[in-house]
């Protein structure tokens, strides 16, 4: 065979396997672009569990966030949360540069301490830039240390359109990011499910009840199923928002940006939103009752392998579709060993009325090795010294 056909084979067999080593949705979402008219200069819906885009309009369009900046601020306090780098009873001391914050804020004094729960309540609820930039300076020790670790987990996170300059979101020259850049890190942050234990909150306190904090995301107390998550709002920025929510195990955010008032940024959140709990469902496979617990194996230390479903949490798919959904099992009636835990060794394939929605692998559990005359000698020694 010539070389490059050899290559193109390998890498067609190296794609099978990619294929079937996970679960697969082939059911393709297309944003349907006009099917919500929003007055945001640039916004975008997802499906939360899959990223998938729903809606876009002008989402790669680099402008200032203003404090839906701190979705990362607060993704990084998770981050250290769940490391075991701080703890939520830790005392936050208020700085110099804290303390002289604009914008919305907590007045915190020089030297006044806050725990980071409560610190980051106020960077949650009330959108405090001077809470926001304690619990930077707490955690890296600098405003300026901070910033890198927050480009960086941009980085990280594939957003390619950010560049932070502080951690409040207050306008700074190249302080910049997008709609999709922002959907990113909102599903980050929202993989850290005690992020809404603050987000969700619409009243609460601080300094044993002297001072309120009222939410600045109405969609909290107003629209059934709100998880959060940050409201934006500056001169060079407009009204921005970043709006999460769940129902019926299905999960969206909406990233609206550059809106001329705070109540069209609630109005065009609400109504992409809207369009996805109408039009899209979660879709969770359900397993054919004659799914195989095990498969013969020829050649192997044992002649039984035990088998299971790869399944992954729920499919997106179009309102309606998954009634018509069928089943069809796709299994050897043998499998040839060495066989390592893992291994594809058949399918459940899901269909509808037109095409393949899902493939779900059916994997060894176990290892099984090859018989070969060491491994019999071996279990035969064993066998008469048990």
Not at 241 to 266: D, H, P, Q, W, Y
Not at 329 to 336: G, K, L, N
Request: negative net charge; glycine residues 6%; proline residues 4%.
């Amino acid at each position: 065979m010539p070389y490059k056909p050899k290559i193109l084979l390998s890498l067609l067999l190296s794609l099978c396997c990619i294929l079937f080593s996970s679960l697969s949705a082939f059911a393709e979402i297309t944003p349907q672009n006009d099917a919500v008219s929003v007055s945001a200069k640039s916004a975008i819906l997802i499906d939360q569990n899959t990223g998938t885009v729903l809606f876009e309009k002008n989402p790669d369009e680099p402008m200032p966030p203003a404090s839906i900046t701190k979705i990362m601020t607060m993704l990084l306090v998770m981050e250290a949360l769940d490391t075991g780098k701080i703890r939520l009873s830790d005392s936050v001391v208020g700085s110099e540069n804290a303390a002289s914050m604009g914008g919305t804020q907590i007045w915190l004094e020089v030297g006044e301490s806050f725990t980071v729960d409560e610190m980051l309540k106020a960077c949650a609820i009330a959108s405090a830039n001077d809470a926001s930039m304690a619990l930077a300076e707490f955690i890296g020790g600098s405003e300026s240390a901070f910033v890198t670790m927050m480009n960086q987990k941009a980085a990280d996170l594939g957003m390619k359109n950010t560049t932070f300059q502080n951690p409040t979101g207050l306008d700074a020259d190249g302080h910049l990011s997008t709609a999709r850049d922002i959907s990113i890190m909102s599903r980050e942050l929202l993989n850290h499910p005690q992020i809404t234990d603050y987000t969700t909150v619409w009243m609460d306190s601080l300094r044993n009840g002297e001072m309120g904090l009222v939410n600045t995301n109405k969609l909290v107390r107003f629209y059934d199923g709100c998880t959060g998550l940050k409201t934006g709002t500056t001169d060079k920025a407009g009204s921005c928002l970043s709006a999460s929510a769940t129902r019926n195990n299905l999960s969206l955010i909406a990233v609206v940006m550059g809106c001329k008032t705070s109540k069209e940024r609630f109005a065009d959140a609400r109504a992409l939103l809207d369009y996805g709990f109408a039009s899209f469902e979660q879709y969770t496979p359900s397993l054919p009752e004659d799914v195989p617990q095990t498969l013969p194996v020829i050649g192997g230390m044992q002649t039984q392998i035990k088998i299971a479903p790869k399944l992954l949490e729920g499919i997106l798919l179009h309102k309606g579709e998954s009634s018509k959904i069928t089943s069809e099992i796709d299994c050897p009636e043998s499998v040839t060993a060495p066989i390592t835990a893992g291994d594809s060794l058949g399918k459940i394939i899901c269909r509808n009325e037109t095409e393949t929605v899902c493939i779900i692998p059916l994997v060894a559990c176990e290892n099984v090795d090859a018989l070969t005359f060491s491994n019999a000698f071996k279990q035969l020694f064993c066998a008469i010294w048990k």
